[in-house]
């Protein structure tokens, strides 16, 4: 595998489930994001982590709930959603976090996540 | 508002025919960056531009960046089918904390045979 991976591609959930999205980078970088895509909207930023250390939560549900046990390995777990929180759920890794600059992100495929 | 924002929202053009999209920010650009995205995909990376005035080219795509308009331009030289997508621009618009990128809502572009 290469680049930034993502599972699983499609998830349907309903709003009492449980569920985690996963991604690996086999890129060797340091940072992490996760970013939601919705319908008619910009591609929000949702966090970010680098070096295994949350470093920013753009007001984010307590619904979702990241981890990163490595550089390599980021999830977002999911519970009680709503139905507005279908999307598209991209992860991305660059070298570093960009602490005042700005590091080029590599994107994921994209998990595309429905609730019901 | 926006703080970015594109123009036009969709684009339908005939194979072989040019076509441009705008991205104008509201803030100062510290860089602009274009992607292309396919329905229900990642984002692949298209060019980057840093510097006012900066032009860079890729096969049939030109970019270019007026950093005293906030504006970045996306010019595409006698379309293909396989130009279709979802065009994203993505700005740092600040050096405070973790900077990531602001972005635009996107272009769809149709390719017509």
């Known amino acids: 595998e290469t680049g930034v991976t993502q599972t699983p591609r499609h998830l349907v959930m309903g709003m009492t489930n449980k569920k985690s999205l996963k991604c690996e980078q086999h890129?060797?970088?340091?940072?992490m994001y996760w970013y939601k895509q919705s319908a008619k909207k910009p591609l929000e930023l949702m966090f970010v982590?680098?070096?295994?250390?949350?470093?920013e939560n753009n007001s984010v549900p307590s619904r979702f709930s990241p981890e990163c046990p490595n550089s390599s390995h980021l999830f977002l777990h999911l519970h009680t959603l709503q139905p507005e929180d279908s999307a598209l759920y991209l992860c991305?890794?660059?070298?570093?976090?960009?602490?005042?600059?700005?590091?080029?992100?590599?994107f994921g495929p994209g998990t595309r996540l429905t609730v019901l | 508002s926006q703080e970015l924002e594109q123009s036009p929202q969709s684009l339908i053009v005939q194979e072989g025919k040019n076509l441009t999209i705008n991205c104008t920010s509201s803030?100062?650009?510290?860089?602009l960056y274009w992607y292309k995205q396919k329905y229900g995909e990642g984002l692949i990376f298209l060019m980057m531009l840093q510097k006012g005035g900066e032009e860079k080219s890729h096969e049939k795509i030109t970019a270019k960046l007026d950093e005293k308009k906030q504006q970045s331009s996306l010019h595409i030289t006698a379309s293909q089918p396989s130009h279709a997508g979802i065009y994203l621009c993505?700005?740092?618009?600040?050096?405070?904390?973790?900077?990531?990128?602001?972005f635009g809502k996107g272009t769809m572009l149709l390719v017509s045979p």
């Open positions: 803030k100062t650009l510290y860089g």
């Open positions: 982590y680098s070096l295994e250390e949350r470093v």
């Open positions: 890129l060797g970088h340091n940072a």
């Open positions: 993505g700005a740092v618009l600040a050096f405070s904390g973790y900077s990531t990128l602001t």
């Open positions: 991305a890794s660059s070298q570093e976090a960009g602490l005042r600059s700005y590091n080029e992100q590599f």
